[in-house]
């Protein structure tokens, strides 16, 4: 049964601006402020949300509206279901419907105290750490600042005029999967404000605080058969409902320019060094994450949960978090490496989600980064193992062919897809390898020319084209690895 809603919707203010309404933060960030509202001993219980999409998803926003701004989040696991009427949202906007100014405007008004980003990591426009001043989007928002069409520029022209209105202190929370997501983007702001005015630059500087935060959900794009099965348990369709796990993470730094809404009351977890926790959920997690996608799709796994199923790729699974990422992590105190490795598994069987392995697939020239060049060049520093990682890089490789080793459809969906099909049209064995490990923008220097990586990454991949994706998985399993 949906609860009903327990806080005062009239109350609600628009105190805080979400960027990205997408099926993640639905289900993730207006979830724990929608628990934290509903918290009998919530002090301030005034905190609304004004949801913004910035390119697709005009249609999401205005079927929200029809619905009074209410959605539904089906929190499920073989155990059963669990349904949440979610109603923390105050306003909706998009730039085709609103005009370009009413996101700005919205940045600038005195009582905006938050904003929070999912955007994922290709909306940063990063290289090399700070912004990406050869992207297009970006080149074009410089050249014409008051009409920004990508998030960094959307955001430094609300600031402009958040300065030029004389309203101050805000905050502005990256909830995307990189690490130190608050200094990438203060990183991209700062860097975008000081090209067009060093001033604002300076005054963004004083005034904006860029926390970091590691989120942790998983939350399937919604598909037809995910709509079907939500209605199933909500009896009609809800346009912007979602399915998701039970389980829900959200460890914040503690650093924020003005007030915070009481997070901590909905689930989330004010921490004062964030590196352990993203490495530890960007590495373990996601890391597997990219691994049964890749290496399953290419088997002809549909699904995470499919992947779970088959025995080589279960057990592979775990040691690439035990064997390959945990000694690779940071400190981190109380973590329970073991336990979250046993329930990462449980996740992941999920059979309630069928979370797409071409989902988690798409965009891996983003993800690579944060998941594997770090715990790989541990590795190699120490004269480690780290053959099932090698064997991820390969798998992009092979990816890109198009087609899995069961005729199924191998979608390359990637801001880098045109060099990646071009790659993969003229290149078959060690120079596609050599193609590949070139992108800068994944394989830094420092890391490709290390000779050992190349070597450990050719012969994944050699074995991965002789003998298949499963096949190559249990010949390391076989293994003995130190
Ligand atoms: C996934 C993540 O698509 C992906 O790359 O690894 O979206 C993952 O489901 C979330 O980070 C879980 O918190």
């Not at 909905?266 to 290496?295: C, D, T, Y």
């Not at 897809?417 to 060690?430: F, H, K, P, V």
């Not at 000779?451 to 450990?456: E, K, L, Y």
């Amino acid at each position: 049964m949906t609860n009903t809603i327990p806080y005062d919707r009239n109350a609600l203010r628009p105190r805080w601006l979400h960027i990205g309404f997408g099926a993640f933060a639905r289900a993730h960030i207006l979830m724990v402020l929608h628990r934290a509202l509903s918290a009998p001993q919530a002090a301030e219980r005034d905190w609304g949300v004004t949801v913004a999409r910035l390119n697709s998803g005009r249609a999401e926003l205005d079927a929200l509206e029809a619905e009074g701004r209410l959605y539904h989040v089906a929190e499920t696991d073989d155990a059963g279901v669990n349904l949440h009427a979610v109603a923390p949202v105050v306003g909706t906007l998009h730039p085709a419907r609103d005009g370009s100014d009413a996101i700005p405007d919205h940045i600038a008004a005195a009582e905006l105290e938050l904003i929070t980003l999912t955007i994922t990591e290709k909306g940063y426009c990063l290289a090399d750490g700070g912004l990406n001043q050869t992207d297009a989007a970006i080149r074009a928002d410089l050249d014409d600042p008051a009409k920004p069409r990508s998030a960094i520029g959307v955001l430094v022209e609300g600031l402009a005029r958040r300065k030029a209105r004389g309203h101050g202190a805000l905050t502005i929370l990256s909830c995307d999967n990189l690490m130190e997501n608050g200094h990438l983007t203060r990183a991209a702001v700062t860097q975008f404000a000081r090209l067009r005015e060093p001033e604002l630059a300076d005054w963004i500087e004083a005034n904006v605080a860029f926390p970091s935060s590691m989120v942790d959900r998983i939350v399937p794009a919604m598909t037809e058969a995910a709509h079907d099965r939500l209605a199933s348990h909500l009896g009609r369709r809800d346009p912007n409902g979602v399915v998701c796990e039970p389980f829900l993470q959200w460890a914040i730094e503690n650093d924020f320019a003005g007030a915070r809404p009481p997070l901590e009351l909905g689930g989330a977890q004010w921490v004062k060094e964030i590196q352990p926790w993203e490495a530890m959920k960007l590495r373990m997690l996601n890391g597997s994450h990219s691994f049964l996608a890749l290496l399953g799709g290419i088997a002809g796994h549909a699904t995470i949960d499919a992947c779970m199923g088959d025995p080589v790729f279960a057990r592979a699974v775990e040691r690439l978090m035990l064997e390959e990422a945990a000694p690779t992590l940071p400190p981190l105190p109380g973590a329970d490496i073991p336990g979250y490795s046993r329930q990462l598994l449980a996740r992941f069987s999920n059979s309630e989600l069928k979370h797409r392995t071409a989902q988690i697939a798409s965009d891996t020239s983003q993800k690579l980064p944060q998941r594997f060049v770090a715990p790989i060049s541990w590795h190699l520093d120490r004269g480690g193992a780290w053959p099932l990682s090698a064997l991820v890089l390969a798998g992009w490789m092979r990816w890109i062919d198009g087609v899995g080793e069961n005729g199924n459809d191998l979608p390359i969906s990637d801001p880098l897809a045109d060099e990646l099909r071009a790659i993969a049209a003229s290149t078959q064995g060690e120079e596609r390898v050599d193609a590949v490990l070139g992108l800068r923008s994944v394989f830094p220097e420092g890391l490709a020319s290390r000779p050992p990586f190349r070597a450990g990454v050719a012969a994944a991949y050699d074995s991965l084209r002789i003998h298949g994706a499963r096949a190559a998985i249990d010949r390391v399993l076989g293994q003995e690895t130190r």
